[in-house]
């Protein structure tokens, strides 16, 4: 790394004081040689940043040069001009990232045995998390592929190793990798921290006619854990055939299934992608990048984590833990998250633009084809299963379809020159889906006056709200001019707090673990809820009777259900403000000279 780069890095003589533990250095070795094909990146988020030639190997690539266009944050570009950041320089932030991260722990940790090799795959893993998402990103994976595939379960990280499997075989880079002592294990190794599957075994039978939503298990089967603790004591799980269903906590245990890296390793999967509590380098990254380019402010401090940063052996596994003082950066870090989400991922007009988009990759997707292996045509939902097709998938999609000539492309064109147009889907109204509280006695604390949340799918919200129409509207309003999105914005696991599941030691015991409760118990400044969902309807026509019915179905549907219906243009946390009444006025301003008078006197 280079002199400058490590300067940068530096945080000041006072956490050396304050972490006795904490090694001074700044998270470089100074063993390693330099190496005379590194490569140095001028980055607008880190700085000069050098990577290891192998990485260069992988980044001059077809495979990887076509993230410089997929848009990190997809249609939101349409909402934020700042927003132009792609996919490529994320994941050259997230490689470097990993490496800081990890040279950290081997160099304060000498114990822990971490090789150059461990290093290597762990900045590879973060240089490739991202190779598998699609045309603009999440929109491709997280909305596009459930409406034509909605049985397809697999996310981009899954599309992710099938890439780098791919990217390996088609550029020979397997025998680059030797060169640096990488062999099988490390590539499966490589493989396990993008994809991230933990599994687990079943301690007994479970009817799921005794849960709702829960998947039927057999004593001692090995499930695969989709979501860990999904919902207060259950984890979602899927099996074997692909199924996925809740089952409780208590009834599995955690098996080490990586082949990759033994259990005396497990905190090496935590830098990535982290399953425990969502502390990782992929996070660190996207926040920096995603608030300089957005022009929202980012409070959390990667550097300063870093300084802290120690692993320890806990019984459910060696895990990276930090400082019992950090606890509020680490809030910090999750509501970045939560605002992040709230102003930009799943802002009111981004969503609308995204619902659009879809609807045209939907008309378009038999019409649109890509050449994949032995020349073979596949349609975009299709490409998922072909990797030489999905290589040719970007955000060109949008201007391919606008550049056609093809009569079948119309309806996609007509959407798209919507978009171009700002001609949108009205947002006709919202509510946040939370039932008004109860009324409570004067003795009860403010903690305990909680809203009921409203638990429904967008489906059944968009079934519900169509049948409030009169059966006169129906026949103007079709259920397919109805879109609804129920945008949630948490602190990244729904309603609980993620904090709960970092393991933190004290000054002056640096290799044991204290409760989140004895540090968090006295303060008033931490948050007390994590979760608040609400509910956006919207018509794809902007003018006409569509409108106006559903805007009052969907007022209907609130009083049913305990809401408050606001406007399509309302905007959570901001109060309206109240009409001045001229009498109330000029009484203030009576008050205000008699009480002046007063003082005078």
């Known amino acids: 790394m ?74 939101c570009y349409f909402v934020y001009p700042g927003a132009t950041h792609n996919r490529f320089e994320h994941s050259i932030g997230v490689s470097y990232l990993a490496g800081e991260l990890a040279r950290s722990l081997q160099l304060k940790q000498p114990k822990l045995e971490i090789t150059k090799e461990d290093i290597l795959c762990v900045e590879i893993a973060g240089l490739c998390h991202d190779l598998g998402h699609g045309p603009f990103s999440h929109l491709f994976d997280e909305a596009f592929i459930p409406r034509i595939l909605p049985d397809y379960k697999e996310k981009h990280e899954k599309l992710s190793v099938d890439m780098f499997d791919h990217m390996l075989k088609k550029n020979k880079l397997k025998k680059e990798f030797k060169k640096h002592n990488l062999v099988k294990r490390d590539i499966t190794f490589i493989g396990e921290q993008i994809v991230g599957d933990r599994e687990v075994m079943s301690l007994g039978t479970l009817n799921p006619e005794e849960e709702k939503e829960g998947l039927a298990i057999s004593n001692r089967q090995k499930l695969k854990v989709v979501k860990r603790n999904a919902k207060e004591g259950y984890h979602m799980l899927r099996n074997k055939q692909g199924k996925e269903g809740l089952v409780p906590t208590s009834m599995v245990k955690d098996i080490w299934s990586y082949k990759g890296r033994g259990e005396d390793k497990s905190f090496l999967y935590e830098i990535v992608a982290n399953k425990r509590n969502g502390i990782d380098v992929d996070k660190w990254d996207y926040f920096a990048r995603d608030s300089l380019y957005l022009g929202i402010s980012n409070p959390f401090d990667w550097r300063r984590f870093l300084k802290f940063a120690r692993v320890l052996d806990e019984p459910d596994g060696m895990q990276i833990c930090t400082r019992d003082k950090e606890i509020t950066n680490l809030y910090d870090m999750f509501h970045t998250r939560y605002t992040l989400h709230r102003r930009a991922y799943q802002h009111r007009v981004n969503k609308i633009l995204e619902a659009m988009l879809v609807d045209a990759l939907c008309e378009a997707d038999k019409h649109l084809l890509f050449p994949g292996e032995n020349g073979k045509k596949r349609k975009m939902s299709e490409a998922i ?184 243009e309302f905007i959570p946390y901001m109060t309206p403000t109240e009409k001045k009444n001229p009498q109330k006025v000029s009484q203030r301003r009576a008050d205000a000279s008699t009480a002046s008078k007063r003082l005078d006197m």
Not at 22 to 27: A, H, L, Q, V, Y
């Open 385 to 568: 299963n072909d990797m030489e097709a999905y290589s040719k998938m970007t955000d060109h999609v949008m201007w391919d379809i606008l550049s056609s000539t093809d009569k079948k492309l119309e309806k996609a064109k007509d959407i798209i020159h919507r978009i171009m147009k700002r001609d949108l889907y009205l947002c006709v109204g919202q509510t946040q889906l939370k039932k008004k509280p109860e009324e409570v006695s004067p003795t009860q604390t403010p903690s305990k006056e909680v809203s009921q949340e409203l638990s429904i799918k967008e489906d059944d919200a968009r079934e519900e709200i169509y049948n409030k129409l009169t059966k006169t509207q129906k026949k103007v309003v079709k259920k397919t001019d109805i879109v609804i999105h129920i945008a949630s914005f948490n602190y990244g696991m729904g309603e609980r707090d993620p904090v709960k599941h970092v393991k933190f030691y004290s000054k002056n015991n640096p290799n044991k673990t204290v409760q989140i409760s004895s540090i968090a118990r006295d303060s008033m400044s931490l948050p007390r809820e994590f979760s608040e969902r609400f509910l956006r309807v919207c018509t794809k026509q902007r003018v006409g009777k569509v409108p106006d019915f559903v805007r009052e179905a969907f007022n209907k549907w609130c009083t049913t259900n305990g809401l408050s219906p606001k406007p399509g």
């Open 2 to 75: 280079s002199e400058p780069a490590a300067k940068k890095l530096k945080t000041g003589p006072e956490l050396a004081e304050d972490g006795a533990p904490m090694d001074e250095s700044d998270g470089v070795s100074d063993e390693e040689p330099l190496l005379p094909e590194r490569k140095v990146f001028n980055d607008s988020v880190h700085g000069h940043i050098e990577l290891h030639p192998l990485l260069v190997k992988i980044i001059d690539t077809p495979e990887f040069q076509r993230l410089r266009f997929i848009k990190q944050l997809g249609m």
